[in-house]
């Protein structure tokens, strides 16, 4: 298995110490990609290197992420001058469909399309959203599965400990 991420996960999995909807620690190397963002441009994961990025996959037909979403462009707002960004990586194969959830749920932080699911198939992605927390060295810290209302208590927390670090 040659994906840090991936062997992570499973461990967790098979340990029986995962569960979707919960948030589980690691220090892996998260693998590096290259997307076109919604302005136009490559955006590369590597590239951001020495900042905190949190790492969304999202789809325009997932529930959860339109509950998610504009609590996450509050979190960026309040922590992206302390080298925080965020990469929301859509996976849906239309990208008028992101495009209109987009118009509905406007958000602030860079948008990326993965029409053909190389990158959430990299990450291995089991559902929507999951949102993996790298810290300033490009290593995956902690990766949550699924949202429910409170979680964005713990991205403050994560995002506050991964800046100070």
């Known amino acids: 298995m040659n994906n840090p991420v991936k062997a992570a996960a499973l461990v967790l999995v098979l340990s029986g110490a995962a569960t979707l909807a919960q948030a589980e620690a690691m220090n892996?190397?998260?693998?590096?990609?290259?997307?076109?963002?919604?302005?136009?441009d490559n955006i590369r994961l590597e590239d951001h290197r020495g900042e905190v990025v949190?790492?969304?996959?999202w789809a325009s037909w997932c529930g959860p992420c339109r509950q998610e979403m504009p609590l996450m462009d509050d979190l960026y707002?309040?922590?992206?001058d302390l080298g925080f960004t965020i990469l929301a990586v859509?996976?849906?194969?239309?990208?008028?469909?992101?495009?209109r959830f987009l118009?509905?749920?406007?958000?602030?932080y860079p948008i990326l399309?993965?029409?053909?699911s190389s990158?959430?198939?990299?990450?291995?992605?089991?559902?929507m959203p999951t949102t993996v927390m790298i810290d300033r060295d490009g290593n995956a810290r902690y990766i949550h599965y699924g949202y429910k209302p409170g979680y964005e208590d713990e991205y403050e927390a994560q995002i506050r400990e991964l800046v100070r670090e």
């Open 113 to 116: 399309y993965d029409p053909k």
């Open 54 to 57: 949190m790492l969304n996959f």
């Open 77 to 80: 707002s309040r922590y992206q």
């Open 119 to 127: 990158v959430s198939e990299l990450y291995e992605v089991p559902a």
């Open 103 to 108: 118009d509905k749920v406007p958000v602030n």
């Open 28 to 40: 892996v190397p998260a693998p590096d990609f290259t997307l076109e963002s919604r302005a136009g």
């Open 90 to 99: 859509n996976v849906d194969e239309n990208r008028g469909e992101a495009l």
